[in-house]
T-cell receptor
Framework: EAGVAQSPRYKIIEKRQSVAFWCNPI?????LYWYQQILGQGPKLLIQ????????DSQLPKDRFSAERLKGVDSTLKIQPAKLEDSAVYLC??????????????FGEGSRLTVL | GNSVTQMEGPVTLSEEAFLTINCTYT??????LFWYVQYPGEGLQLLLK?????DKGSNKGFEATYRKETTSFHLEKGSVQVSDSAVYFC??????????FGQGTRLTINP
């Protein structure tokens, strides 16, 4: 079974530029998550989708970050304009049912962003 | 809000040593508790979980017991191997709410 696919693996940009990350979840997984992991910290949820609807985006900096999940499958996360503090690894994860008490999240390898 | 605190790292041990990585949590009610592991060059993956008090999660020789009285979920392994070198994350969730992670503990096992 193919895992969660993310691209690009690495991206270096200058502040105020824009960047986009792509995620393809495991086939059949209804719930998709984007996490931000800053060096030395645990992952922090940015946004959660159930199919193509947003369940939780309370920690997404909406003035610069946006995300969409068209057709309830692939998802893109965009940052525009980027700031130095956006340097982090962006993790995509998916789960079958979104109920964390019983299920589990499957993570991609992440996209590492460096903002200069 | 909910939070997870892990012991400070990094942790370095010799092969076959006993491992404990401490994890305590703050939450209302009865969260589910998880340990995730990130091996070098790979994505986070679930190691073990416990969904109610006194449950013991186990996998690959690792164990953790859900202790509500001490709000803890410490990870243990009796004899570690070089292949256990990774970053370990304790996490919790309640209902369908988001997974909240600790800051991670880097473990290095020397042969």
């Amino acid at each position: 079974e193919a895992g969660v696919a993310q691209s690009p693996r690495y991206k270096i940009i200058e502040k105020r530029q824009s960047v986009a990350f792509w995620c393809n979840p495991i086939s059949g997984h209804a719930t998709l998550y984007w996490y931000q992991q800053i060096l030395g910290q645990g992952p922090k949820l940015l946004i959660q989708f159930q199919n193509n609807g947003v369940v939780d985006d309370s920690q997404l900096p909406k003035d610069r970050f946006s995300a969409e999940r068209l057709k309830g499958v692939d998802s893109t996360l965009k940052i525009q304009p980027a700031k130095l503090e956006d340097s982090a690894v962006y993790l995509c994860a998916s789960s079958l049912d979104g109920h964390l008490n019983t299920g589990e999240l499957f993570f991609g390898e992440g996209s590492r962003l460096t903002v200069l | 809000g909910n939070s997870v605190t892990q012991m400070e790292g990094p942790v370095t041990l010799s092969e076959e040593a006993f491992l404990t990585i401490n994890c305590t949590y703050t939450a209302t009610g009865y969260p589910s508790l998880f340990w995730y592991v990130q091996y070098p060059g790979e994505g986070l993956q679930l190691l073990l979980k416990a969904t109610k008090a006194d449950d013991k999660g186990s996998n690959k020789g690792f164990e953790a017991t859900y202790r509500k009285e001490t709000t803890s979920f410490h990870l243990e392994k009796g004899s570690v191997q070089v292949s256990d070198s990774a970053v370990y994350f304790c996490a919790l969730s309640q209902g369908a709410q988001k997974l909240v992670f600790g800051q991670g503990t880097r473990l290095t096992i020397n042969p």
